[in-house]
């Protein structure tokens, strides 16, 4: 079983940023790969963006240029930093990680933009 434990969401004013990090109960190493999505009110979950276990990142073409994912092995956690924030961005932000045909989620967390 792994936990998934998202922290960072909060309120936030248009143009401004914040970062989410996700934390593991074991190494990511072993996760393929490992996320971000959101869900906004009356709409399905997307996909924001991952990394794989190489280390190879990815975004959505929405956010592209004003979110990046990275991560920190050796804490076994995963950050999305969120810049330029849009009131389209408001969502609960889910952590997911990939291990083989398993998915895992962690509990969410809030993102809200204002305009």
């Known amino acids: 079983q792994v936990q998934l434990l998202e922290s960072g969401g909060g309120l936030v004013q248009a143009g401004g940023s914040l970062r989410l990090s996700c934390a593991a109960s074991r190494s990511i190493f072993g996760f393929n790969p490992m996320g971000w999505y959101r869900q906004a009110p009356g709409k399905e979950r997307e996909l924001v963006a991952v990394?794989?276990?190489?280390?190879?990142?990815s975004v959505a073409d929405s956010v592209k240029g004003r979110f990046a994912i990275s991560r920190d092995i050796v804490k076994n956690t995963v950050f999305l930093q969120m810049n330029s924030l849009k009131p389209d961005d408001t969502a609960v932000y889910y952590c997911n990680a990939k291990v083989s045909n398993t998915d895992y989620w962690g509990q969410g967390t809030q993102v809200t933009v204002s305009s």
């Open positions: 990394i794989t276990r190489g280390g190879t990142p």
